[in-house]
């Protein structure tokens, strides 16, 4: 029988396994209220005259969903068609929207066909893997004509927000059978919802 000494830590650990993800969702989802309810609660505090905790943040949400109902039918994307053309006219705005609507898109749930794959490629050097997502194929022609087979491949490296297109030959992409959802959750885990055996998929 393990000391009592012991017995308490492992305890002690065990508690502190549990305890440490709740409190640290609770964190960030208060630390969110509180931002989006400062950014628009100061206009209710003028018309109000006083403070009133909660109404930023439900506005905030019923803009959310106004647009979200707005994008989501024909009017509407005429309307943010119009919108992405009047904001790309914009010379330095227009590339850091590009690049963000792009990444936006990706993750949206009304977007299958950003990410092709969950794949593992060898990266950022030799007998290192990573995990990434299968974005796009290509041909990469060469002076004398001939062409290679090449993927990018969408390798995240802070989270899933940040990361790195690397393209890579045909033959040292492994292509895997986790879903482009799970690949997503593993990423977010920081690998630990990583399944013990990956096994390879077509295409």
Known sequence: MPPVRTVLKRKFLAGLVVLIPVILTVKV?????????DQLGFMFDQLLGRHMSGLGFLSAVAIVFVVGVISTNVIGKRMIGVMD????????????????????????????????????????????????FLTKECALKKEAGRET???????????????????????????????????????????????????????
């Open 85 to 132: 053309i009047f904001l790309l006219k914009i010379p330095i705005f227009k590339g850091i929207y590009t690049g963000l609507k792009q990444l936006a898109n990706a993750f949206s749930p009304d977007n299958t066909g950003s990410f092709k794959k969950f794949v593992i490629v060898e990266y950022p050097r030799a007998g290192s893997f990573a995990f990434g």
């Open 149 to 203: 087979c090449v993927r990018a491949v969408y390798i995240p490296t802070n989270n899933l927000y940040l990361g790195e297109v690397v393209l890579f030959r045909e033959a040292d992409v492994f292509y895997t059978d986790i879903p482009i959802e799970e690949g997503i959750k593993i990423i977010m885990s920081g690998g630990i919802a990583t399944p013990p055996r990956i096994v390879e998929a077509r295409e």
């Open 29 to 37: 989802i208060v630390w969110f209220f509180r931002f989006v309810d």
